[in-house]
């Protein structure tokens, strides 16, 4: 589960970091208010192709951070066939370069 994402310089966001409680989460906003944008921050954490176009100031690095709580869904086996330490909590940032090259630096797992 989704329980924190953090969004700097991506699309209109110069940086945003939003904490999700337990339930449902429903984000809400009139056309335009920044939900799609929202959702394409989360995207590039799940590995979607990205460029430096989705960058707000082309100098900076965009940077989107996802903590997930993943006790429940049974990934030890996942972790220990990819010789990764697993942990409860688990952080996954990607970040965009605007020389080009996020593809080096893209989803690094981050455990806790």
């Known amino acids: 589960m989704l329980v924190k994402l953090f ?3 991506y699309a209109l966001i110069k940086e945003l970091d939003v904490e999700l409680e337990n339930g449902l989460t429903i984000i809400t906003g ?3 208010a920044g939900k799609s ?3 394409g ?3 590039l954490i799940l590995g979607t192709r990205a460029d430096s176009s989705v960058l707000l100031d082309k100098n900076e690095k965009c940077i989107v951070e996802g903590t ?4 429940e869904y049974e ?5 220990i066939s990819n010789e990764l ?3 409860a909590v688990t952080i996954l940032r990607r970040e965009i370069n605007p020389a080009g090259n996020h593809g ?3 989803m690094i797992l981050l455990l806790l």
Do not use: K, M, P, W
């Open 7 to 9: 969004v700097q310089n």
């Open 30 to 32: 009139e056309t335009g």
């Open 68 to 71: 997930f709580r993943i006790e």
């Open 85 to 87: 330490d697993y942990e």
């Open 41 to 43: 921050a989360l995207s």
């Open 37 to 39: 944008i929202l959702l």
């Open 104 to 106: 080096l630096l893209s």
């Open 75 to 79: 990934l030890n086996e996942f972790f």
